[in-house]
């Protein structure tokens, strides 16, 4: 018989680095476990991620261990931002994670309004 279980970024992580260990930047279960324990990740926390080539894993990680009390602000770098692990994990949604451009910052900080380019949807 097959068992259909909820993923969690262990499960998922194991997956992803038998496929491709490079498509996570050889990142091992171990390694980030040590990332958010030096980061100390808790529930009721306010975290700046930024995060690139990873497909998404350590935000995924961090929006697991935070629960459903805390904040995340993830800037990336590229076009969109890697969300695979939050896509495949069904964190994509989360209220507690806000996104924002790394050029976006940068036009904020020389004071110009980011929303001419990007109006609200």
Do not use: W
């Not at 989360?94 to 109006?119: A, F, M, V, W, Y």
Request: glycine share 8%; with cysteine; aromatic share 4%.
């Amino acid at each position: 018989y097959v068992m259909i279980r909820k993923p969690t970024i262990r499960l998922l992580m194991d997956i992803l680095y038998k496929m491709d260990p490079m498509k996570i930047m050889n990142l091992r279960i171990d390694s980030l476990s040590q990332i958010l324990n030096m980061a100390n990740v808790r529930s009721g926390g306010r975290y700046l991620i930024y995060e690139t080539g990873a497909q998404g894993l350590v935000v995924a990680a961090m929006l697991e261990r935070i629960g459903d009390c805390g904040n995340i602000v993830h800037v990336y770098q590229t076009g969109q931002p890697q969300t695979n692990a939050l896509n495949s994990m069904g964190l994509q949604k989360s209220d507690l994670l806000k996104t924002i451009n790394i050029q976006h910052l940068r036009s904020l900080e020389q004071g110009r309004n980011i929303l001419e380019n990007h109006p609200p949807a």
